[in-house]
């Protein structure tokens, strides 16, 4: 075959493909079906070997068919891994050609193919979702450079033998089942714990795919235009978001924007996609590919930065393919029963709008545990695990996986030996939820009798639902800064009354506290540029921010109290560190107040304002605020990390961070005495209240009212029926007094060690 006949063969790329559509159709096994693959390479590009390497779990590559060399060295021949030109394939993830493949460096010679007469040589892997699972080559008698029509036309089969290779068909094959053509042995990650619960159900990955039926094209020029289409549809949608000013200049959000702005004009990209359909692909298939190139890419990437702009590209390549799906009549198929969403990362948006009914979990290769998506999952009672690096290019589309919440780990294809274990577990979570939801509508009380009082928080009018199935007393912290976080504008007030009324008739009676924007820090929002500032933990935010944006403060007042008209309204205040800012924040209330009065709105009946507690300056010195405070709140997550200087989610110093130690117990104990003194009701609030063993330890502290998160509820109510107070009061006040003396440790394993003698529930010393 001359150089001149292999490069004119290749005129016709849509006829190879047209010929490659009805391989995939007919009924043949997976061997043939893979021999005669290769027949029709050779045949329609002119090159006299055309052959296909398989991956093995080994790394190593297998020969698995071939046109051209010895038929016999099929499923014998095999390349170590980064072994040989097809090798240096594999390592690169992107093609490779030689003029002649003998005389370079990394050819490795295999007698038993018989391939002493080729050489010129290409290869392109065989890549899905970025992951390689082959190499298709091919190869000529003749010395001579490979055109880049050549690679071209490869690289777009190289695409659909993707979809022959990871069938189902094959892998049952005879000679392919230990080949890594479809991913199929158990695999475990560990990520972050973002949302709690355990779930068992079927792998969905969360990114646009496009079917095997929709990658060949029958009008190239028509899929031109849909592609343009779709191309003028993003870029609008961009340039849309940008313009509207609701992006601020500076802020990560329209840095992103701009870059998507900026790949949505590469020539280079545009040119690809035109490239492959041309080639004979659908647009979708077209996107599909350059995807998975660049994803290949991404994988072997070292550079942080390179990285962070290969990801941006493949996010508008999914959002492409998002303008394209909108030219289809049809719409996505629902979600199939006990759905777990694999994905890189989930707007909190995207994850209201799933069918909760059919969503059991939520596993992300990004999240933390205070981000957007993590916040609506708890809320909504649904495990999501993040920071599962690598799990979205190892999991396939219907995997069996498990999602464990509470240890942040994600089991694909578990074995018998895993998913017996987690099914043991999940009954007993089962049983343990049926106990507490029969503890629903009793009064919760300790052991010796003491009634305590149990709150629930919230942050979404979705989280409401659950007042009733847990039986809190009320709602004990609805944070209002959610609805801002979530917004791309400054809620309107209609829109902000409309939520806070919402609140209230879901509470249908019971008292609910709602605690001012809590905004900064880790908390940013898109019409509020972030700052940065050296420790946002202690800088620019909560009510600093208020009383520095005093309009932003009288906006959301005024909406609480118009919301609250014939109700009582408890407003309290976050981050006070001195009486002059409670004062200040009071101040803006009472005109608020005012203002509604003159102009006929309806005022609350009652109202209270509350000091949340969470800075050392008031721990320690509360008189002057709890004169202007009509309760309290201890927010002892941020109280905790202050008094500690450590952040409880940093690994290196969290072991520093122990609310249980003799010195933070008597801060807690000596906070509540003060309130006392005041005759100012306290409550403690955040994860501290909501975990069994701190819950009793506060109870005995002399708490009397505390609020969690929903879930949380039925085992401290179950945790603090089974607690003497009487025992275990005296025991720690003892123990406080000598260890606030000699500065000793945490008193955890002490009190667990005692257990039953000091009045602790035996659930809770076996849990610990």
Same mark, same amino acid.
Request: charged share 25%; with cysteine; net charge negative.
């Given at each position: ?97 030689? =003029? ?37 080559? %091919? ?89 343009? =289409? ?57 996107? =599909? ?260 944006? +005093? ?94 200087? %450590? ?33 100012? +009701? ?12 701190? %819950? ?12 969690? %998160? ?59």
């Amino acid at each position: 075959m001359t150089p001149q006949s292999l490069s004119t063969t290749v005129r016709g790329p849509r006829r190879l493909l047209s010929r490659i559509r009805d391989l995939m159709a007919a009924q043949e096994d997976a061997q043939k079906r893979l021999d005669r693959l290769t027949d029709i390479i050779a045949e329609e590009t002119g090159a006299d070997v055309c052959s296909i390497y398989l991956m093995r779990p080994s790394g190593a590559l297998e020969l698995s068919a071939t046109h051209g060399l010895d038929a016999s060295a099929v499923h014998r021949v095999r390349l170590r891994a980064g072994e040989g030109l097809v090798g240096e394939v594999a390592r690169r993830a992107r093609p490779f050609a030689v =003029e002649d493949a003998p005389s370079h460096p990394s050819f490795s010679y295999k007698p038993e193919t018989g391939e002493e007469p080729f050489k010129s040589f290409v290869g392109v892997p065989i890549l899905r979702g970025g992951r390689l699972v082959g190499v298709l080559t %091919a190869q000529t008698v003749a010395v001579r450079p490979t055109t880049e029509e050549e690679i071209e036309t490869l690289q777009t089969v190289a695409m659909l033998l993707a979809e022959i290779v990871t069938s189902g068909e094959l892998v049952q094959a005879e000679g392919f089942a230990e080949l890594e053509v479809r991913l199929s042995k158990p695999e475990r990650f560990q990520g972050l714990a973002l949302s709690s619960g355990v779930v068992r159900g079927v792998a969905v990955k969360h990114e646009p795919h496009v079917l095997s039926t929709r990658l060949v094209a029958d009008d190239a020029a028509a899929e031109e235009v849909r592609l343009n =289409e779709a191309i003028t549809r993003l870029r609008r949608s961009v340039d849309q978001l940008l313009d509207s000013g609701r992006v601020p200049i500076g802020t990560p959000s329209r840095e992103v924007l701009e870059t998507y702005r900026m790949f949505a004009h590469d020539r280079g990209w545009l040119n690809q996609l035109g490239e492959a359909i041309r080639a004979g692909l659908t647009a979708e298939a077209a996107v =599909e590919r350059v995807r998975n190139e660049h994803r290949a890419r991404l994988m072997k990437a070292r550079d942080a930065h390179f990285q962070e702009r290969l990801h941006d590209l493949e996010d508008l390549a999914n959002r492409l393919l998002r303008h394209l799906a909108r030219t289809e009549e049809t719409q996505e198929d629902s979600l199939p029963e006990n759905a777990i969403i694999v994905a890189r990362s989930v707007g909190p948006a995207e994850l209201l709008e799933f069918d909760r009914s059919r969503l059991a979990g939520i596993a992300v290769e990004e999240g933390s545990v205070t981000g957007h998506a993590a916040i609506v999952a708890k809320a909504l009672g649904i495990p999501m695990v993040g920071r599962l690096e690598g799990a979205l290019d190892r999991v396939e589309e219907g995997d069996s996986v498990i999602l464990d919440g509470e240890f942040g780990l994600l089991h694909v294809r578990p074995n018998e030996e895993v998913s017996t274990a987690y099914g043991e577990r999940i009954a007993m979570l089962a049983e343990r939820q049926r106990t507490f939801e029969h503890l629903r509508d009793a009064p919760a009380k300790t052991a010796d009798g003491q009634a305590m009082t149990l709150g629930m928080n919230a942050g979404l009018l979705v989280e409401m639902n659950r007042l009733e199935d847990t039986g809190a007393s009320g709602v004990g912290l609805f944070r209002t800064e959610f609805q801002f976080m979530v917004a791309d504008t400054l809620p309107r007030l209609s829109a902000q009354i409309e939520l806070y009324k919402a609140v209230y008739d879901a509470a249908d009676g019971k008292p609910v506290v709602f605690r001012t924007l809590d905004l900064g820090g880790d908390k940013v929002t898109p019409f509020i540029p972030s700052m940065r500032e050296p420790n946002p933990a202690l800088g620019w935010r909560a009510l600093r921010m208020g009383l520095d944006r +005093p309009a932003l403060t009288r906006y959301q007042l005024r909406a609480l109290v118009r919301a609250s008209g014939g109700r009582t309204l408890n407003v309290l205040f976050p981050m006070i560190s001195v009486a002059e800012e409670l004062a200040a924040a009071r101040d803006v209330l009472e005109r608020e107040l005012d203002l509604a009065r003159r102009h006929g709105h309806d005022a609350p009946d009652e109202l209270r304002v509350g000091l949340m507690l969470e800075t050392p300056a008031v721990a320690f010195a509360p008189d002057a605020c709890l004169e202007l405070a009509d309760f309290v709140s201890v927010g002892a997550n941020d109280l905790m990390q202050y008094f500690f200087a %450590a952040d409880r989610q940093n690994p290196r110093v969290s072991d520093r961070y122990d609310p249980i130690s003799a010195p933070a117990l008597r801060l807690f104990k000596d906070v509540r005495q003060a309130c006392d003194a005041y005759g100012k +009701p306290v409550n403690v609030c955040g994860e501290l209240a909501g975990q069994p063993f701190e %819950a009793c330890v506060l109870a005995a502290l002399g708490y009397r009212s505390l609020s969690m %998160a929903a879930g949380s509820i039925g085992p401290v109510k179950q945790a603090l029926a089974g607690c003497d107070l009487s025992l275990l009061t005296p025991w720690l006040d003892d123990e406080i007094q000598q260890g606030a003396k000699i500065g000793a440790p945490s008193l955890r394993d002490r009190m667990l060690q005692a257990g039953k003698e000091i009045g602790l529930p035996r659930e809770v010393v076996d849990k610990n």
